[in-house]
């Protein structure tokens, strides 16, 4: 595996502020030229895998999990999966936002939902994320 392959790229990733999503806006917490990019898919989970995403690339999670990571066309699916990830030990969740170049290489598999990678050649950019508060009720 290259180097490419392993470590992420990550922009400016910004943070993006938590404005209480509701139906109306189809629980969106980005702008919506992200929403509507079709390079951009987004990947919900607790707020303290944020630093060691970026830092290290997404992960295949360990057996007997499914060996692939799940990517939502829309950040409003991804907002479901931060709150259902958050625990004591990490009880903010993060929606995390990335592009995968027209040229990226992953091994992944078109669904209804998104995506899922079953191998990273090379990790997409992670372009930005919004952390959501503990205190967030998600119905």
Known sequence: MNEDTKRPTIAAALEHPFDKPGEHSDYA??????EKDPEVFFHGTQ???LQPIREEGFRMPPP???????????????????CDKRSEASPEGVVIAV???????????EESFGLHVDRFDP??????????????DHR
């Open 64 to 82: 007997p999990k499914a060996r692939s990571v799940s990517f939502s066309r829309t950040s409003g699916l991804a907002l479901g999966y931060a």
């Open 99 to 109: 592009r995968f170049a027209a040229d990226n290489r992953s091994e992944r598999r």
């Open 47 to 49: 707020q303290s895998l």
């Open 123 to 136: 990790q997409p950019e992670i372009i930005g994320y919004c952390i959501v508060p503990a205190a967030y």
């Open 29 to 34: 917490v980005f702008p919506a030229e992200l």
